[in-house]
């Protein structure tokens, strides 16, 4: 019972609490709704929508130099107001380019802020202004406090009414190749613009962007500041051909020209404009080839048999145009030629003691490439002997060349059993010293072909080495022989006459041959020179249709001889039996090329395990050509 009234009273007292409680919420909760509103402030001033405008002519030459626009503020705080205006439009909404504002400090009430607007720019428009398209009004703290658009004037102007600029566009254009160097090619594209000037003064006019008859763009531009009497004046621009040339587009059409006043300020444009004729890009100067050689590697190893090899390997990167070919220099009396990149063999070609390299892609601009060039060069020109012990090696580090290496590094290998003594003018970085053979290595860096390259190393070397090895080899050989003869016992055969296969036949297999292997290098060579677009398809299609009909032919009586000549015995059975497997391995080879190649344009192998296949399946078709020449050669040894 006790328990049941402590119940009773306790509900009793919670229900005013909770009143209470839900009371007091409700309270603060209107008050936070309404203290924004009660902390807000109301704007400093609004535009109230009126405004007054009129010409104004400061010059008194009968034209306005202003349109001068007035806008009505109702100020409720005193304070520095801003008023801009921004664009104008004529009644059918054509949009004219002009703005400005004014920034004053404005007291309470109904106050007019007066802007004026350029009359020239009005003029250069060519429409006649009947509305205002924006009107901002901004606070002391550049805040935006109120705005209009689409504001009418009290009448429409005639853009006539305004000051025309001190000068004008005719609309006349001339346009011409200049050709500076006599070299039959344009270094420039000149434009004659015509300007009418009604106030003397410094113009410039900026020329920017060509395209060709489909709106593919040249980015090329260029300007003249010049004073200009008043009158009909022509201002000439020469655009860059080079650039003309590395856009491979054909020039049609100037994009933009526009005239500046002596303020900087823009006073007539001009949008595509045509010119005289279509140019084709070819008829301009060609963009210099600027390669950056990033380091060069030089062997030169000299042999035991008086034969210096020299081989350079070149990392560079394209800073210029792009290109497929690279020039490098060589030295005097250099010869057996041999250039080759990642994946196999490129062309070269001598000129003037330069060599021009044939890449295998386009190099593009900051693309980057590794090749190799390889050489001899000639023993007397360069190694001198002393007291037929002691020899000198007279060569520089590097020649001919106008560009700076990065990095140089040159390696000399001494011939075998030669000791090295000394090198002038400096002493190497690193010496490496084998069995048999010594090599010294220096190292440069930003080398320049303002510095003296030449050096001299010198070395000792008794003669006998040259004959070491063949001495060895002879021994060798002698040995192997006694035990044959030692150790074979062979019983008495049966000998049976040897029959030989006509010399004329061995010899039309021979010819046939070889004249299968020059078409077949001739064909490769035609298809190279497709791919690198240096041959006419029709052309190549003419001269392949005649390789393959010629083929044929060989095919047919190369199989005829090749039958007899095996029919006459093992040894002949076994020599064309070498012939047919490295024709084999060759078609095979071949295949596997194509199929590579084919998954290299198709992203499924990267470029570098793409050339590492390509480099082993080079090397087996070096090793079919040579068994192939190897059989020849004993067939020729024969028909002796």
């Not at 929508?49 to 002519?57: F, K, L, R």
């Not at 001009?270 to 084709?280: K, N, P």
């Amino acid at each position: 019972m006790v328990s049941g009234l402590k119940n009773t009273y306790a509900h009793k007292r919670l229900v005013p609490t909770l009143a209470v409680s839900i009371l007091v919420f409700t309270i603060l909760s209107v008050f936070w709704v309404q203290l924004p509103q009660v902390s807000a402030q109301s704007p400093a001033a609004n535009l109230t929508g009126t405004i007054y405008d009129s010409g104004v002519d400061t010059d008194n030459d009968g034209n306005f130099d202003f349109l001068k626009i007035g806008v009505e503020i109702n100020v409720s705080n005193a304070e520095t107001l801003k008023v801009e205006i921004s664009g104008l439009y004529d009644s059918e909404y054509n949009y004219i380019s002009v703005s400005n504002e004014n920034s004053t400090y404005l007291e309470d009430g109904i106050q007019v802020v007066y802007i004026s607007l350029e009359g020239t720019s009005i003029y250069v428009s060519g429409f006649n202004p009947s509305i205002i398209s924006g009107i901002f009004l901004y606070d002391e703290n550049d805040n935006a406090i109120d705005e209009l658009h689409d504001v009418s004037l009290s009448k429409e102007y005639s853009y006539t009414e305004f000051d025309p600029p001190p000068a004008r566009f005719t609309g006349t254009i001339s346009d011409r190749g200049v050709d500076t160097d006599e070299d039959e090619i344009f270094d420039y594209l000149e434009l004659g613009i015509e300007v009418t000037v009604a106030t003397p003064g410094t113009f410039r006019v900026d020329a920017s962007g060509l395209y060709d008859s489909e709106y593919n763009y040249i980015s090329v531009s260029n300007e003249n500041s010049t004073y200009l009497e008043d009158g009909i004046q022509v201002v000439y621009i020469s655009l860059d051909g080079t650039r003309i040339y590395a856009s491979e587009v054909n020039p049609f059409t100037v994009s933009s020209i526009f005239l500046y006043d002596e303020y900087d300020e823009i006073i007539d444009e001009l949008y595509d404009v045509s010119l005289s004729s279509e140019y084709f890009y070819i008829e301009f100067e060609r963009p210099p080839v600027e390669i950056k050689f990033n380091e060069i590697k030089r062997e030169i190893v000299l042999d035991q048999w008086g034969s210096i090899y020299v081989t350079n390997a070149y990392y560079i990167t394209n800073i210029g145009n792009k290109t497929s070919d690279v020039k490098v220099g060589f030295p005097e009396g250099a010869y057996a030629f041999a250039a080759r990149d990642e994946m196999g063999r490129i062309e070269e070609s001598t000129e003037n003691e330069m060599v021009t390299l044939t890449l295998r892609e386009v190099l593009y601009t900051t693309e980057t490439e590794k090749f190799y060039l390889s050489y001899r060069i000639p023993w007397q020109k360069y190694i001198t002997q002393q007291n037929g012990l002691n020899y000198n090696l007279d060569f520089t580090f590097f020649e001919r060349f106008n560009f700076t290496i990065g990095k140089l590094i040159v390696s000399i290998t001494l011939p075998k059993g030669a000791e090295f003594q000394s090198s002038t003018p400096l002493n190497p970085h690193n010496f490496e010293k084998g069995t048999f053979q010594e090599t010294v290595t220096f190292t440069f860096s930003n080398v320049t072909s303002l510095e003296n390259l030449e050096f001299n190393i010198k070395y000792s070397y008794l003669v006998f080495w040259a004959s070491f090895y063949p001495t060895l080899w002879i021994g060798i050989l002698i040995i192997i022989a006694s035990v044959i003869a030692f150790l074979w016992r062979a019983p008495k055969v049966t000998t049976f006459p040897m029959v030989s296969v006509p010399p004329e036949d061995l010899r039309s297999f021979v010819e046939k041959y070889e004249e299968k292997t020059r078409i077949l290098a001739e064909r490769e060579s035609m298809e190279e020179k497709l791919r690198k677009g240096r041959i006419r398809r029709r052309r190549y299609k003419v001269r392949k249709r005649m390789l393959e009909g010629r083929l044929s032919t060989l095919s047919r009586d190369l199989s005829n001889l090749g039958g007899k000549i095996r029919g006459v015995g093992s040894k002949y059975a076994n020599i064309m039996r070498q012939i047919e497997v490295a024709e084999t391995i060759f078609d095979g080879v071949e295949k596997d090329i194509r199929r590579v190649e084919a998954r290299y344009r198709r992203g499924e192998i990267s470029k570098g395990a793409y050339g590492k296949l390509v480099e082993e399946y080079h090397s087996r078709m070096e090793k079919a050509r040579t068994t192939i020449d190897g059989v020849l050669l004993r067939l020729k040894e024969e028909i002796r």
